[in-house]
Nanobody, 119 residues
Framework: QVQLVESGGGLVQAGGSLRLSCATSGRGVSIYTMGWYRQAPGAQRELVADITIGGTTNYADSVKGRFTISRDNGQNTVYLQMNSLKPEDTAVYFC?????????????WGQGTQVTVSS
């Protein structure tokens, strides 16, 4: 079992920055691909960024150049640095841990943290 706890959300003006943290615990969590997803009201949950165990990153086009995902395996924490925030970044942000074993996808989710960007 893997537990994920997000923190760092809040209210910020457009152009500002926030850093989200996801504290992880549980057996084997360091081998999971870690990601941040977001869900705005009335919209589907979407991938924002993810990072593999080897440090390979992947970003949604809408956040490239503004957001940076990183992981500290020693501290079992994943971060999302968000710069130049826009009102359209407003959403609940969820931390995700993902592992593919053969034909089985294992996913764990945090409870989410609200990010609100005012114009």
């Amino acid at each position: 079992q893997v537990q994920l706890v997000e923190s760092g959300g809040g209210l910020v003006q457009a152009g500002g920055s926030l850093r989200l943290s996801c504290a992880t615990s549980g057996r084997g969590v360091s081998i999971y691909t870690m990601g941040w997803y977001r869900q705005a009201p009335g919209a589907q949950r979407e991938l924002v960024a993810d990072i593999t165990i080897g440090g390979t990153t992947n970003y949604a086009d809408s956040v490239k150049g503004r957001f940076t995902i990183s992981r500290d395996n020693g501290q079992n924490t994943v971060y999302l640095q968000m710069n130049s925030l826009k009102p359209e970044d407003t959403a609940v942000y969820f931390c995700n841990a993902r592992l593919v074993l053969g034909f089985t996808n294992i996913n764990y989710w945090g409870q989410g943290t609200q990010v609100t960007v005012s114009s």
